[in-house]
């Protein structure tokens, strides 16, 4: 899986990660979070973009983000449940980096494009329970912005 950062071009897991490392190590007194969201649009195919969001609280942030592509996928459920796996994919492979660099009290976060509001509302307890079974914590609509803004914004292009 590769990633591509808006200011540094294409970069491997491992590249980004280091990446995220420099980032966290330039103010190691604030407070970070990192943030992981995917989206998906169809329309002749559907094009999946995850997002990898390190936000430094109260400070702003960085983000990188990978585009894959698939058949169309017509089921607004099958398409939410495959986006909140990968985001799971992507966190877990994270998570043991984390864990390798001493860096494992990082909060890690999912952002899901679900909400009270639309048709998404009858999956949220579903999905929901996804990630938290999963160990992570779990973000809808509105605030789950590394979803339904930071990956939403390179589904289109």
Same mark, same amino acid.
């Given at each position: ?10 970069? #491997? ?12 190590? =330039? ?5 970070? @979070? *990192?943030?992981?969201? #995917?989206?998906?649009?169809? +329309?002749?195919?559907?094009?999946? $973009?995850?997002? $990898?969001? !390190?936000?430094? @609280? /109260?400070? /702003? ?7 894959? +592509? &698939?058949?169309?996928?017509?089921? *607004?459920? %099958?398409? !939410?449940?495959?986006?909140?796996? $990968? ?10 980096? *984390? ?6 009290? *990082?909060? $890690?976060?999912?952002? !899901?494009?679900? /909400?009270?509001?639309? =048709? #998404?509302?009858?999956?949220? &307890? =579903? ?9 992570? %914590?779990?973000? !809808? @609509?509105?605030?789950?912005? /590394? ?8 589904? @289109?292009?």
């Amino acid at each position: 899986m590769t990633f591509e950062s808006p200011t540094k071009g294409r970069m #491997t897991l491992d590249q980004m990660f280091g990446d995220l490392l420099v980032y966290m190590s =330039e103010d190691s007194t604030a407070q970070y @979070k *990192l943030i992981v969201g #995917t989206d998906s649009h169809t +329309r002749h195919e559907t094009i999946f $973009v995850t997002a $990898v969001v !390190i936000h430094r @609280k /109260g400070k /702003g942030g960085r983000y990188f983000f990978s585009k894959s +592509r &698939r058949r169309p996928i017509k089921s *607004l459920r %099958q398409k !939410i449940l495959y986006e909140t796996s $990968v985001s799971l994919m992507v966190a877990a492979r994270l998570t043991d980096l *984390l864990q390798a660099s001493g860096k494992e009290d *990082l909060d $890690v976060e999912i952002h !899901i494009d679900v /909400g009270r509001q639309g =048709e #998404t509302k009858e999956l949220i &307890r =579903e999905i929901v329970g996804m990630v938290t079974g999963s160990g992570y %914590q779990a973000t !809808i @609509k509105p605030d789950s912005f /590394g979803a339904s803004k930071v990956a939403d914004k390179h589904t @289109k292009n």
